[in-house]
């Protein structure tokens, strides 16, 4: 069969600044962390080791354009604009994200560029991070000024990349810093960010910019493991505090009353200001980026919760592990393609059928070498994973939703957080030591599907 993608479908992948730029000054809390306990990451690699995209842009957009790319997104670095979070505009950045940003325009490739993708400047980290107002403000600020510096060439901004995730591992399962587990602190996390991409936003209207503003969330569709109201309420639960914490505010300007009810009775709110509310309202996007890996499963708990214990999610559900569940092993993600199709769905039916756009989609595989064949790396499992999820997508798009797009995590491996480089995403292999770039099958795949805007399966 031949699925056929509507007129100026968005074809790309995306990127972001930690994680490709490298011979950065302003310092971030994974640099601090890192420098501090480098165990934590694998092999001990850390922040430094990047894809040298600073020294590399203009070749790298080139290889953009040889995947048929018309649109890419990756992220500013805050750090490196504001070293401090709050002061002096560095002006090596200004050129830097200028040179980047007009040599994406003239290649045809519109940039989408995210404000924050995980790298909090260490200086807003020592006075509190997200727990703080005041880094609240230096935010709105440091979107402001990317908005006057940029906002007439970018067109697509994006205020954070999966917001969940800093206070998943930040401040209850700590896999980022500052390793906290404090669900009042993680919620105080999470209520700030919202309340900060809700500046931005405000900002960038008020400032009448021709483009648009966005958020990327990553949308974890929850499963019940069966039609049991215990079930279906868990993953109810589940649902609420890790997709709707942030769906709703973004969408609909405002929290889940049975979210805030429930966070409420177990007293865990953060503190709210009577001006929030029309705040929220105010933060409500043009676009959203959906980043989809793995669903999540869940089934009712069947032990009784230890009152001493921290206050957590799992209070309300236990994980599920389905029999028979196909799996990324490297990455230990379940792959389960209809999930993208539901996403959708749930959008099309219950917020309006937003205009959206999968921004990050990907696998994960460790010790790609040995699938070298002639030099280059056959990655078909890569290429089975795209196509089964845009068929899904494709789906989707027929019944009405409002799609606009398929971006893939990641266009060159790079470095991947706690992770480092053991698990490879790129359409392009990366050699670490010799920074030799080359292009793996799934990379020739997608640029023959972006360019005839369509691909067959059977
Ligand atoms: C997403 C992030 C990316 C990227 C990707 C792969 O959550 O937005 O930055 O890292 O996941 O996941 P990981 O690096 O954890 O394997």
Redesign the pocket.
Known sequence: MKYAFPDNFLWGS???AL?TEGAREGETTWDYWFAREPNRFHNGVGPQQTSTFYQHWKTDIQLLKQLNHNSFRTSISWARLIPDGIGEVNPDAVDFYNQVIDELNEQGITPFITLF??DMPMAMQEIGGWENRDVVDAYARYAQICFELFGDRVLHWFTF??PI?PVEGGYLYDFHYPNVVDFRRAATVAYHTVLAHAKAVQAYRAGHYAGEIGI?L?LTPSYPRSQNPADVKAAHVADLMFNRSFLDPVLRGEYPADLVALLKSYDQLPACKPEDGFLIAEGKIDLLGI?Y?QPRRVKCRDSAVNPQAPFMPEWFFDNYEMPGRKMNPH?G?EIYEPGIYDILINLRDNYGNPRCFIS?N?M?VENEQHFIENGQINDQYRIEFISEHLAWLHKGISEGCNCLGYHM??FID?W????AY??R?GFIQLDVETQQRTIKKSGEWFAATALNNSFDKE
């Open positions: 995306a990127s972001s994680q993708h995980f990349n999966e995730v990327v990553n980043n890996y990455r993600w990050e990907g994960g995590w990641t790079n991947s957080w706690c992770n053991k698990n995403y």
